[in-house]
């Protein structure tokens, strides 16, 4: 390598690394994905949804702007049988409506604040369903970021006819 290409080489991993620590510096040192996982749990009968349990859901404000539940089909589409949205928009756009990660939103129910766009069709042991929450998470310096959280799950029948809620991982659903 000549003495040339060693400088060129040097000063662009120097822009490269300050570069990364302005980009550390600028989200708090978070590394805070846009997509991640939702949760995904039992109450009753029905799933019940929730925000990840990380540390920036839980120290930052997060801005409920719905859910969306569809059922996957085999033929690769995937028809939304339940979603709720925000009723109400600040004048930046984003919702008034607050959700913590300790509270779920039961498949079907309509927290306050929200309205139904399509109604909770029935759900079905051993179909593969998804759910996608967004619920930006605004960092106090003012600017939202994160959003989509995303998961898949399935019903199951017990033995004594109950339904046990399942996140899906992979294969058939059971």
Known sequence: MSAVTSVVV??????????????????????YSGISVARVRQAGDVPCFA???????????NRFS???????????????IWEIETMRRTPKGYSDVFITP???VA???VPEGM???TVAQPLKSGVL???????????????PFGGS?????????TADRGILVKEYDEGPCP
Do not use: M
Not at 16 to 27: D, E, R, V
Not at 130 to 143: E, F, K, L, M, N
Not at 149 to 157: G, M, R, T
């Open 51 to 61: 925000i990840p349990d990380r540390s920036e859901t839980r120290k930052y404000a």
């Open 10 to 31: 040097g000063r662009r991993s120097r822009y490269s690394f300050i570069a990364l620590l302005f980009l550390l510096w600028a989200s708090n040192g978070s590394s």
């Open 115 to 117: 309205a139904t766009v």
């Open 102 to 104: 300790e509270q779920c």
């Open 149 to 157: 959280h995303h998961n898949a799950f399935c019903l199951v029948k």
């Open 107 to 109: 498949y079907g129910s």
């Open 66 to 80: 719905g859910i969306k539940v569809y059922r996957v089909e085999l033929s690769s589409k995937e028809a939304i």
């Open 129 to 143: 369903y998804r759910v996608h929450i967004s619920a930006s998470t605004t960092h106090p310096r003012g600017s």
